[in-house]
């Protein structure tokens, strides 16, 4: 559910036409909906209402600050992954007694700083990072919570490049070595033990890998605490998939059905990491046509957003609807086209042979489902400005990061100091 629909013919982001943002900023931009943020938020959170649960909304899926706040307003704590994630997280009003630091790889230097802001939990994911993580703390005098995950070799069965949970894959500390690392972690100054977590993909769109993995999560925290590990929290990550193609998903609540089954009858709070599933469908990619180019196999729409602006296709080959700006008419006949952008590599393609009503030069085009995972990883490769983004509220609308000039990206670089040429 979405509030990106046509009223009038023309498609809107609630009540606002998206044309109308065009012509303001320009193309090609990102537009979020607030209310489908919230409408997402509010499901996930009624899925829990009856357990004592933390939804820790997980920044890296969006960014964005105004993202961030509407969230933060709503209730919703943050899962980070880096410095910055936690800047902006605080930033945005998210409180650090709700914030979670999870990653594989947290340098000295974000662990001081995550811990001078007091955040709720440090997730851990190897004896090194706990050693390091147990000299910071001793070196502040401090005794942080920390969570360790654990990598219940489990296959998420989604995409290789976002599965998480198998023993191949680099994160989190392997099940059978649990009770070690709680003990070594025990033993440590500075750090209090009290959390199992646990990510095994992205993506899902089956329960039953998320049923094996919280059961196996289950029996851990039982092992743990027949070891004298006092546990309290369990962090279950984030994963649950969303439509792209209008396609059939689990729901929240069966989700929390299964959440229920395996890990329900713990006692311990319950922390979720999702970040898709709030913003994924709460945000859109519009993009003008340039060119209508009629190649020898065949047709290419090549629009002004590029690989740089949205990655997946070319990253994941993700499926990403693709509608008109303007509704074609009932009876429009469709044809097969290639969408792509201006990059110079093939993988430059949002769509193969995808059918789409006649679409002419100059013509709005919006990519659906961009909200997660779209302006987080663009870049600018070939030397593309950032794409802006806009937040829409009702009939109100507000450019939420604006399109960085030529200038700002000039400056960046820098001759090296025997390059400068004096004259
Ligand atoms: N927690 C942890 C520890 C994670 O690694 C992730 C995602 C999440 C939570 C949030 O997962 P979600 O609810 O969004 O599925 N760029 C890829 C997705 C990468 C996901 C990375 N980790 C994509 O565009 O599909």
């Given at each position: 559910?979405?509030?990106?629909?046509?009223?009038?013919?023309?498609?809107?982001?609630?009540?606002?036409?998206?044309?109308?943002?065009?012509?303001?900023?320009?193309?090609?931009?990102?537009?979020?909906?607030?209310?489908?943020?919230?409408?997402?938020?509010?499901?996930?959170?009624?899925?829990f209402?009856?357990?004592?649960a933390?939804?820790c909304?997980?920044?890296?899926?969006?960014?964005?600050?105004?993202?961030?706040?509407?969230?933060?307003?709503?209730?919703?704590?943050?899962?980070?992954?880096?410095?910055?994630?936690?800047?902006?997280?605080?930033?945005?009003?998210?409180?650090?007694?709700?914030?979670?630091?999870?990653?594989?790889?947290?340098?000295?230097?974000e662990?001081?700083?995550?811990?001078?802001?007091?955040?709720?939990?440090?997730?851990?994911?190897?004896?090194?990072?706990?050693?390091?993580?147990?000299?910071?703390?001793?070196?502040?005098?401090?005794?942080?919570s920390?969570g360790?995950?654990?990598?219940?070799?489990?296959?998420?069965?989604?995409?290789?490049?976002?599965?998480?949970?198998?023993?191949?894959?680099?994160?989190?500390?392997?099940?059978?070595?649990?009770?070690?690392?709680?003990?070594?972690?025990?033993?440590?100054?500075?750090?209090?033990?009290?959390?199992?977590?646990?990510?095994?993909?992205?993506?899902?769109?089956?329960?039953?890998?998320?049923?094996?993995?919280?059961?196996?999560?289950?029996?851990?925290?039982?092992?743990?605490?027949?070891?004298?590990?006092r546990?309290?929290?369990?962090?279950?990550?984030?994963?649950?998939?969303?439509?792209?193609?209008?396609?059939?998903?689990?729901?929240?609540?069966?989700?929390?059905?299964?959440?229920?089954?395996?890990?329900?009858?713990?006692?311990?709070?319950?922390?979720?990491?999702?970040?898709?599933?709030?913003?994924?469908?709460a945000?859109?990619?519009?993009?003008?046509?340039?060119?209508?180019?009629?190649?020898?196999?065949?047709?290419f729409l090549?629009?002004?957003?590029?690989?740089?602006?949205?990655?997946?296709?070319?990253?994941?080959?993700?499926?990403?609807?693709?509608?008109?700006?303007?509704?074609?008419?009932?009876?429009?006949?469709?044809?097969?086209?290639?969408?792509?952008?201006?990059?110079?590599?093939?993988?430059?393609?949002?769509?193969?042979?995808?059918?789409?009503?006649?679409?002419?030069?100059?013509?709005?085009?919006?990519?659906?489902?961009?909200?997660?995972?779209?302006?987080?990883?663009?870049?600018?490769?070939?030397?593309?400005?950032?794409?802006?983004?806009?937040?829409?509220?009702?009939?109100?609308?507000?450019?939420?990061?604006?399109?960085?000039?030529?200038?700002?990206?000039?400056?960046?670089?820098?001759?090296?100091?025997?390059?400068?040429?004096?004259?």
């Amino acid at each position: 559910m979405n509030h990106f629909q046509y009223i009038d013919g023309e498609l809107h982001a609630e009540d606002v036409p998206l044309a109308e943002i065009a012509r303001s900023v320009g193309t090609p931009f990102y537009c979020y909906s607030t209310a489908t943020l919230e409408r997402h938020y509010k499901v996930f959170a009624q899925a829990f209402a009856d357990h004592d649960a933390l939804i820790c909304y997980a920044v890296k899926a969006n960014a964005n600050l105004a993202v961030i706040r509407t969230l933060a307003d709503l209730g919703a704590g943050a899962d980070v992954v880096s410095e910055g994630e936690l800047r902006k997280a605080l930033a945005g009003g998210v409180p650090p007694e709700r914030i979670v630091f999870s990653g594989v790889g947290k340098t000295r230097a974000e662990m001081e700083f995550a811990l001078d802001q007091r955040i709720m939990q440090i997730n851990v994911e190897s004896i090194p990072e706990l050693e390091t993580l147990s000299a910071v703390a001793s070196q502040r005098g401090m005794t942080v919570s920390i969570g360790i995950r654990i990598n219940p070799d489990v296959d998420a069965r989604t995409h290789e490049k976002i599965s998480t949970g198998k023993a191949e894959n680099k994160f989190g500390i392997a099940i059978s070595a649990a009770r070690d690392v709680f003990a070594r972690a025990a033993a440590l100054p500075g750090l209090r033990p009290i959390s199992v977590a646990i990510h095994i993909g992205s993506q899902l769109t089956d329960l039953e890998p998320f049923r094996a993995a919280f059961t196996k999560l289950a029996a851990t925290v039982r092992d743990l605490r027949d070891h004298g590990h006092r546990i309290d929290r369990v962090d279950l990550g984030g994963g649950l998939g969303i439509p792209y193609r209008e396609e059939t998903l689990p729901l929240p609540i069966e989700y929390s059905k299964v959440v229920a089954d395996t890990v329900g009858d713990l006692g311990c709070r319950l922390v979720f990491e999702p970040g898709r599933m709030l913003v994924g469908n709460a945000g859109i990619l519009v993009s003008r046509v340039i060119y209508v180019k009629d190649g020898e196999a065949k047709r290419f729409l090549i629009i002004d957003a590029a690989m740089n602006d949205l990655l997946r296709p070319a990253m994941y080959d993700a499926w990403h609807d693709i509608k008109p700006l303007r509704a074609p008419p009932p009876d429009a006949a469709v044809a097969p086209v290639d969408v792509v952008g201006p990059a110079c590599e093939t993988s430059d393609t949002f769509a193969r042979q995808r059918d789409l009503t006649p679409v002419r030069e100059g013509d709005l085009l919006a990519i659906l489902t961009a909200g997660a995972y779209g302006a987080v990883m663009a870049s600018n490769y070939n030397v593309r400005l950032l794409t802006p983004e806009i937040l829409v509220r009702g009939s109100d609308w507000s450019v939420v990061r604006r399109r960085p000039d030529y200038e700002d990206l000039l400056r960046q670089d820098s001759l090296a100091k025997w390059q400068v040429r004096s004259r």
